[in-house]
């Protein structure tokens, strides 16, 4: 076939398709009316009809959220707390410190054996001021957890909650003063691990005098540390309660937090991590917690609260629907209360913890854990899937600990389960703690039959 019999039938094709009074076929003389493909005779428009062309009107108010703006106050935020001084040289993993502080406040009365105490390990950005106080009145962030006859009574119990290492609330971090240098660590902090958390923690229990704590209590990144004290410190936990913690974190999770980092580190006021003489990196802050919001909370609970309603009918690249509104309030609420090197460095302990490390299985590493243990998941988790506290359960049974217990939550709440919903986290939390029976054997409380029977063979 000749190129000019090709030329002519591609030509005549192009016309069926897109000539607008086209039939749709020889038996259907309907014609097709596609607008979306027709381009206007521009000599045919007068002066009204260039609107068409105009588009959107280029303006994105959401944006100026993102200018410089107040300094970060996260220093302000806490107050009342103690001060644990550790003035000799620290040896982590990965570096060293020259000295440390750990910042903790406590609840309760320590008794006379000093059996009583209960250490409770935060996640990533809580403080130490987990209830409020007569130095500090202001809420806790488990403010309805703690106290006279709640899940953490102090009336039998003397809670210590510290701020971990790397934070930026009171414990040594990226943000504080190196007596080396007589400036900001920045990056220059030395890579701390989860097992560098808890030894400082346990650091901060030789200081008051306590060789036997009750329990050790945590939940997301604390779940994790309430896991690696009793396998580290073995002789020293009586029983450790681990909620929508890991032993070890998924690829999602991984990746999630590494965007974290990543949005953080390319706002050019990070400079480096060395902007605490200079522009606070807010639009890094901001954008990392919105990442972050996606994995607190679960679809579920947005379907019900968000939906597909819009706050404007009006198309916009700015917020238009309200979970979208809720999700850039969450990072602008969070941006100036954290310090952005702590993210970084508290994430990536996590990133990098693994149970198992230097065990011939995760198995093996279990069988340290040898107190009772309450493990606790949430069926809506994204960022720690409730598997992994079911994997955490089964290899404590399957390693010989007969004294596990684990609940599954049907929670709409996700991860953020741990915060809100203290009739069943705060129900199962004080059954554990008041439970003077070291020895009862394992229990397994999950939706799924079939996964119980799994879990105790």
């Not at 971990?164 to 040594?172: A, D, E, F, N």
């Not at 990196?281 to 679809?299: D, N, Q």
């Not at 706050?311 to 969070?334: N, V």
């Amino acid at each position: 076939m000749s190129r000019i019999v090709m030329r002519n039938k591609y030509r005549f094709l192009w016309n069926r398709c897109y000539n607008r009074s086209a039939a749709l076929s020889s038996n259907d003389p309907k014609p097709i009316d596609m607008p979306q493909v027709e381009i206007p005779t521009l000599d045919r428009l007068d002066g009204n009809d260039t609107t068409v062309f105009a588009g959107s009107s280029g303006e994105f108010p959401c944006l100026q959220k993102f200018a410089p703006g107040p300094e970060p106050h996260y220093e302000q935020l806490n107050s009342g707390y103690q001060l644990f001084h550790h003035d000799h040289v620290l040896k982590l993993r990965y570096g060293v410190l020259p000295k440390v502080q750990v910042a903790y406040e406590t609840w309760g009365t320590l008794n006379q054996q000093k059996s009583n105490a209960v250490l409770l390990q935060t996640g990533i950005s809580p403080s130490s001021h987990a209830r409020s106080s007569d130095d500090n009145p202001r809420p806790g962030w488990w403010e309805d957890f703690i106290g006279p006859g709640r899940p953490l009574d102090t009336n039998k119990f003397f809670v210590i909650c510290s701020n971990v290492l790397g934070g930026c609330y009171g414990s040594t971090g990226p943000s504080s003063i190196n007596p080396v240098t007589n400036a900001h660590y920045a990056i220059t902090f030395p890579i701390v691990t989860i097992t560098d958390i808890v030894r400082t923690q346990f650091l901060l229990l030789n200081y008051l005098g306590i060789d036997m704590l009750h329990a050790a209590v945590g939940s997301s990144m604390g779940g994790i540390q309430s896991l690696a004290s009793a396998a580290l410190f073995p002789d020293r936990v009586n029983r450790i309660i681990s909620i929508s913690g890991c032993a070890k974190p998924t690829p999602t999770a991984i990746a999630l937090r590494y965007l974290q980092r990543r949005v953080l580190m390319t706002d050019p006021n990070w400079n480096n991590g060395y902007y605490y003489k200079g522009t606070f990196p807010k639009r890094g802050m901001k954008l990392a917690r919105e990442i972050g919001t996606i994995g607190y909370r679960s679809g579920p609970e947005w379907e019900m609260r968000f939906g597909h309603k819009k706050r404007t009918e009006e198309p916009t690249f700015c917020p238009q629907f309200e979970i979208e509104e809720y999700i850039e309030h969450q990072g602008e609420k969070f941006s100036l209360t954290f310090d952005p090197n702590s993210l970084l460095y508290l994430s990536k302990a996590i990133d990098m913890f693994d149970l198992g490390e230097g065990y011939p299985s995760m198995l093996d590493a279990m069988k340290q854990v040898t107190c009772p243990a309450l493990v606790i998941g949430v069926k809506t988790d994204i960022l720690f899937p409730v598997r992994q506290q079911f994997e955490i359960a089964d290899l404590l049974i399957k390693s010989g600990n007969e004294k596990v217990t684990y609940y599954e939550l049907n929670s709409i709440y996700g991860h953020d389960t741990f915060l809100l919903d203290i009739n069943n986290v705060g129900s199962a939390v004080k059954g554990h703690l008041e439970n003077a029976n070291r020895c009862r054997n394992s229990s397994i409380t999950v939706n799924n039959s079939e996964e119980a029977a799994h879990l105790l063979q």
